[in-house]
């Protein structure tokens, strides 16, 4: 079984691919909004890395945000394309849950992503359930937050995302939706 992975939240992108829930390979492309540019490309370039052809997909996951406003929106329209073309299941997951699946933690604890103005952050238990709703915290308040939150920082573990995907639920490609927390700068 393979399973596709894309992230797009950040000036990264992330492709990779994973068979019988072990990685296979992953590209992380730094750009700066030039995200519709590359993806194509590399996915192109990753299934014929590994000799592969789109249809043997069987499965996606997709990282739905919070982050980039136009990545997330990119990387949520070709996962639901793709499951879409060969009816696969897709696994959302926000960019905070793979940052809290990537490491074991003792107790509650908040984690962070960054955004050019501020951060997305959300509190997982040690059984990776998720505790408090999404918040955005801007730059100039960051120290006030971190004064009374316990925050963990941690890099995301493709091999822990599969490891847990036990964690994730299936949902129909027709259901995916990026997860915006706060509003796009020409709405503030």
Request: charged residues 25%.
């Amino acid at each position: 079984m393979y399973t596709f992975y894309i992230d797009t939240h950040s000036d990264n992108i992330v492709l990779g691919l994973y068979k019988d829930n072990k990685v296979l390979k992953f590209i992380e492309f730094k750009t700066t909004n030039s995200h519709s540019k590359h993806i194509m490309p590399l996915l192109d370039d990753l299934l014929k890395d590994q000799k592969l052809e789109l249809n043997d997909i069987n499965e996606i996951i997709v990282v739905i945000g919070p982050g980039s406003f136009t990545g997330i929106r990119l990387g949520v329209t070709i996962a639901k394309t793709i499951a879409m073309a060969l009816n696969i299941p897709i696994y959302p997951i926000t960019s905070l849950n793979a940052k809290a699946l990537s490491i074991e933690f003792e107790k509650t604890s908040w984690f962070l992503v960054e955004e050019k103005n501020g951060y997305y952050a959300c509190s997982f238990t040690p059984n990776k359930e998720l505790i408090a709703n999404y918040l955005y915290i801007p730059k100039k308040d960051i120290e006030n937050f971190l004064a009374v939150h316990s925050t963990i920082e941690s890099k995301i573990d493709y091999q822990k995302i599969i490891d847990n995907k036990s964690k994730l639920k299936t949902v129909h490609y027709h259901a995916i939706n990026p997860l915006y927390i706060k509003k796009i700068e020409v709405q503030s």
